[in-house]
């Protein structure tokens, strides 16, 4: 039978996508400091914190005082703006008056299978090969042909659709109808992990109508008696984190600007929808070379709420989630949180990452001296000091903005959108081309959601 397993090869250690860009010391910009940073200081509930010089600090970190001015005063107006300060404005959200709890998605709906080995006609040799028959539903026919990568509960396969029997009995295959195939075990569900296959299900049938072209649809699910066969389709760019890796591990504006769009505009859906990600990451997002589109995907740690999932929408904590890189402080300290921020800030370090080549920080937490500076609103300085100076002054307005330690600070979607870097020229990606002087041929960007 088909089966042909192939590994993918593991990511430098200064520039991997799974937060641990920071382990050559030898490149750290912190090996250059020689003073201690100070300790982050939390500002009081109204949002402002009164220093020994009668300064304030307001809820994004800028020193003001009575007069507007900064802490040494007011600045001429022809001075230029502070580099920390998004020249693009974000208004605090009110919050709701008491956090609100998720409610469940309906249960996941499959259909019944059997796995059969049949006999398949691929490039006119026979072959004997592995699949999934559908007994219900659409009635199709899976051929599993080699493994894609290991899974939490299982593994995903390729497959292809088979076409109708000749009249010796056998299926042709159709390269032109690939299909990704999840398969769980069932004796692995109800375990410890955070992350559930069947909300997974749930959460995509869920979103299945209307859909959006950046968020994972379903083809269909299915079971036997020892797993479930969760059909989706199948994006042959893979990982983004794959493709970023062969992109050199930085892309220009206009490649991450293409990519960035295609996120907003999933991720706008399902906060729309009332759905927060919670695991929103680099190695969470696929890409299809053949529509040139990016995709969100693994929905099995998202929360459902009765509302659309905005920036003024307090959740009571429901613990430590999601990869640490890319892990909001509150989501971190397993605090309440606002719905569409922690996701947000995800992005933020997706952004950051597609840009720089490294994440902004390790760990979202004091005892980070990156994640510190951020606490003090000197994001702009720790580029400065990472020798980050090839980037335009629109996108680091927009990486302040997404990377604000205060959730109540943070950019929401709708300035997101409406951001100058958002509406710059983008290029279409091209998958192992872009990079180098290389890739990107331009053309016209996505839908802006």
Avoid at 294 to 316: Q, Y
Wanted: aromatic residues 6%.
């Amino acid at each position: 039978m088909m089966d042909i397993d192939e590994e993918q090869p593991p990511l430098p250690a200064e520039a991997t996508c799974e937060g641990d860009h920071s382990r050559n010391k030898e490149a750290s910009w912190m090996s250059t400091r020689r003073r201690p940073f100070p300790p982050y200081s939390k500002g009081r509930e109204d949002g402002e914190e009164e220093d020994a010089g009668g300064t304030s600090t307001d809820r994004r970190g800028r020193g003001k005082t009575e007069n507007g001015g900064g802490r040494d005063g007011p600045r001429p107006p022809s001075a230029p703006p502070d580099p920390n300060t998004p020249r693009f404005p974000s208004s605090i959200p009110t919050p709701s008056p008491e956090p609100i709890d998720p409610t469940p998605l309906p249960p996941p709906r499959t259909e019944e299978c059997v796995k059969r080995t049949l006999e398949v006609v691929s490039q006119g040799r026979l072959h004997a090969v592995e699949c999934l028959v559908s007994l219900a539903g659409t009635q199709a026919v899976y051929a599993l042909i080699r493994t894609l990568r290991p899974a939490i509960y299982g593994k995903v396969k390729l497959g292809m659709t088979l076409e109708a029997r000749d009249a010796d009995g056998s299926y042709h295959m159709s390269t032109e109808r690939p299909v990704a195939v999840k398969i769980v075990r069932k004796e692995k569900l109800g375990g410890r992990s955070q992350e559930d296959p069947l909300k997974e299900i749930s959460a995509m049938q869920y979103l299945g109508s209307p859909g959006n072209p950046h968020v994972m649809g379903l083809v269909e699910v299915l079971e036997d008696e020892e797993h479930v066969y969760i059909v989706l389709p199948f994006c042959d760019g893979g990982e983004v984190c794959q493709w970023f890796e062969r992109s050199r591990y930085m892309l220009r504006e206009e490649v991450a600007r293409g990519f960035f769009l295609q996120i907003l505009s999933g991720l706008t859906y399902l906060h729309a929808r009332g759905v927060v990600h919670r695991d929103m990451s680099l190695e969470n997002l696929l890409y299809d070379q053949r529509t040139k589109r990016c995709v969100i995907i693994d929905l099995g740690m998202c929360l459902h709420l009765p509302v659309p999932a905005t920036s003024d929408v307090l959740v009571r904590k429901q613990g430590y989630c999601g990869k640490l890189t890319y892990m909001s402080h509150e989501i971190y300290q397993n605090q309440d949180f606002y719905a569409a921020a922690v996701d947000i800030w995800a992005l933020g370090v997706i952004l950051f990452i597609m840009l720089t080549g490294i994440p902004p920080v390790e760990t979202p937490a004091e005892i980070d001296p990156r994640f510190r500076m951020l606490a003090e609103g000197r994001l702009s300085e720790l580029m400065d000091l990472w020798r980050v100076d090839f980037l335009s002054p629109e996108a680091r307005d927009l990486l302040v903005g997404l990377l604000q330690v205060d959730p109540r600070a943070r950019l929401t979607l709708e300035e997101i959108r409406e951001h100058p870097w958002v509406g710059g020229p983008v290029a279409v990606a091209l998958a192992g081309r872009e990079g180098g002087g290389e890739g990107g041929e331009e053309g016209e960007g996505p839908s802006r959601g």
